[in-house]
């Protein structure tokens, strides 16, 4: 199970903590209906009307992940305030001890009420189980001491409720910001890293044959250093669009752009445009650059051409990346002739949890399309 | 013959091109210019520089005295997309409109918005600086028969404009322009989408005059003046 925000942690104890309370008292209810009033039909649906309220409220809370305030109030109405009354009516409850469990029950709605409703709106919950059950035990002539003991223990479960809401609140939220803090610190980190491995890059490339054209030795217009320099233009120009477009999210983007140069330094030269990339975990990345690395070889090799194409976009969340060239083409019913492309890329996507899709159609080139997830 | 002009604030490339264009017939590069405000004569500031740029471009033989007849004349303008004076690429390509050419956008890196933000203010195409000479003319000479010139870079472009009021487009538009922007030629992309290669640059046209015309709504009196004049409809 996914253990959420802080926050959503803070709620899904509140909630157990608050059904447990909930729980032992309707077992103090069964008991006593069991012990003292099995033959009272009565009791019976009284028992059953707290326990279906219970389901409503603690069922709808877990299923939601929170309480919703409508059944809230519906169960400070029924199994608080009605309750009471419907067992000293119609369930023959006439003295103190034979109408204590339905109190009891009732008075664990003001502990979710405190928590759930606002702060008006929680008073007045609150003060409305107190004055009924006041009211409820002077019906039954109970003494001062049980009323007000009674009393108490309803004020100060929904206070008692409400403190520990306050403190793991704020303990939740601060563990957000702090988890927030600490994943933006990472993001700083892998940018600057990223940073580094293009100054490195640079230097090995764009900086040396630049110098070497400025020192005179070279003929800058011999093939060799004019498909050099268009190669760093490439990577150059690349380098400018990715820090005007890429968002955050560095890891694919890193792992695409070395699955590049590695190919260029081949001979190749790529096209590559990067959308807003997701962000995926780094073995993802790693996996589906190699599955790129794959493509543009086989461009390199089979297709007959020294241009290919790369996108890398997001769709609906999900990472696709596609490897197009203009080539020869192939026959893809046909896996021979080095092809082992398809069950290579499609062993690697299928090992992440990914998918491959290779299109191809003699005389029009190749279409290899990654996506993460499947 | 098709006469172009091209504005670009660098040098190498103006030089690159002009030595370029002297080998292709059908294209003729009648002016060169470092702004915009250069190549319609409205620099009065730097006159004696835009006359030498003029000059340096009108190197293939122009007899002199025909500048001026020339400035109305160009059927493209091959325009920048970042210029160093600082002026916005709509503005720019909204006065050359006006001016009554048509417009094709080249720069160094494919920035989207800026390409999005080019289309709707009117230009017919773009193209990265380094496409190779035959894409170059042949882009020239769709966009100077009124077709686009379309390039996996526009493409891309526009299938990942993420702007809210971005214009709406058909799935099937969506995918052909997605297949284009992946590099598929546009037959292989025709293929893919079950449709024919003509049918293919229909859809890649239509989803450039979307966003030409979600650039230039006409609300006021004043708006519909401002867009005859644009569109040339005045007398003039």
Not at chain 1, 235 to 251: T, V
Request: proline share 3%; glycine share 10%.
């Amino acid at each position: 199970m996914k253990l959420g925000s802080g926050l959503q942690r803070a709620q899904a104890f509140l909630i157990v903590a608050t059904a447990l309370y909930r729980a032992s008292h309707l077992m103090v209810g069964l008991v006593a209906v069991v012990q003292h009033h099995r033959h009272r039909p009565v009791s019976w649906a009284v028992l059953a009307v707290a326990v279906a309220c219970s389901v409503l409220v603690y069922g709808t809370a877990r299923a939601r992940g929170w309480f919703n305030g409508r059944t809230v109030w519906a169960d400070v109405l029924v199994t608080g305030c009605a309750l009471p009354f419907a067992a000293y009516l119609w369930g023959g409850a006439h003295e103190a001890p034979a109408i204590a469990w339905v109190m009891v029950l009732g008075g664990s709605s003001s502990a979710p009420a405190a928590v759930v409703l606002d702060r008006a709106q929680a008073v007045l919950a609150v003060a409305l189980v107190a004055v009924t059950h006041a009211l409820g035990y002077s019906l039954v002539g109970a003494a001062m001491a049980v009323t007000a003991g009674h009393l108490n223990s309803v004020v100060s479960s929904a206070v008692l409720g409400w403190v520990f809401w306050w403190y793991l609140r704020r303990q939740g939220t601060l563990l957000d910001t702090a988890n927030e803090k600490a994943k933006e610190a990472e993001a700083q980190r892998a940018r600057y890293a990223e940073r580094i491995v293009h100054h490195r890059a640079l230097h090995d490339t764009v900086l040396a044959t630049l110098t070497a054209i400025a020192g005179g030795g070279v003929d800058a217009n011999s093939e060799q250093v004019r498909s050099r320099c268009a190669r760093e233009a490439a990577y150059l120009r690349r380098l400018i669009q990715q820090s005007a477009d890429a968002e955050a999210y560095p890891e694919a983007g890193a792992a695409l752009e070395e699955a590049v140069r590695a190919a260029e330094c081949l001979g190749l030269s790529v096209s590559a445009q990067y959308g807003e990339v997701p962000s995926v975990p780094p073995e993802v990345a790693a996996e589906v650059a190699a599955a790129v690395t794959e493509a543009l070889n086989n461009v390199l090799r089979h297709a007959g051409t020294g241009r290919a194409y790369l996108t890398a976009t997001g769709r609906d969340g999900r990472l696709v990346v596609t490897v197009v060239d203009r080539g020869k083409g192939f026959d893809p019913e046909l896996v021979t002739g080095g092809l082992g492309l398809r069950s290579s890329v499609h062993q690697r996507m299928r090992g992440i949890g990914g998918a491959a899709a290779v299109e191809s159609v003699p005389g029009e080139g190749a279409r290899v399309e990654l996506s993460w997830p499947a | 013959m098709i006469t172009i002009a091209v504005v670009d604030d660098d040098r190498m490339l103006l030089e690159g091109l002009r030595s370029w264009m002297l080998d292709v017939p059908e294209v003729r590069l009648a002016a060169a210019a470092a702004t915009v405000d250069e190549l319609l004569g409205q620099d009065t500031a730097d006159a004696g520089g835009a006359g030498a740029a003029r000059a340096a471009a009108d190197g293939a033989g122009t007899a002199d005295g025909e500048g001026e007849r020339e400035r109305d004349a160009f059927d493209v303008v091959l325009l920048d997309l970042v210029l160093r004076d600082g002026s916005q690429p709509p503005e720019n390509i909204r006065r050359l409109r006006a001016a009554g050419s048509r417009v094709l956008i080249i720069s160094t890196v494919a920035d989207r918005g800026r390409i999005v933000a080019a289309i709707a203010a009117g230009a017919d195409g773009y193209l990265t600086k380094d496409h190779d000479l035959d894409t170059l003319v042949t882009a020239l000479q769709d966009v100077a028969a009124g077709r686009s010139a379309h390039s996996p870079e526009l493409a891309f472009a526009l299938a990942h404009d993420q702007r809210p009021d971005r214009p709406r487009l058909s799935p099937k538009e969506l995918q052909v322009l997605l297949d284009y922007a992946s590099g598929l030629t546009l037959k292989s992309t025709a293929r893919r989408a079950g449709i024919t290669p003509n049918t293919a640059k229909y859809y890649l046209d239509r989803v450039k005059d979307k966003y030409q015309q979600a650039g230039r709504p006409a609300y006021t009196k004043i708006d519909l003046a401002l867009r005859v004049r644009e569109d040339g409809l005045d007398a003039s």
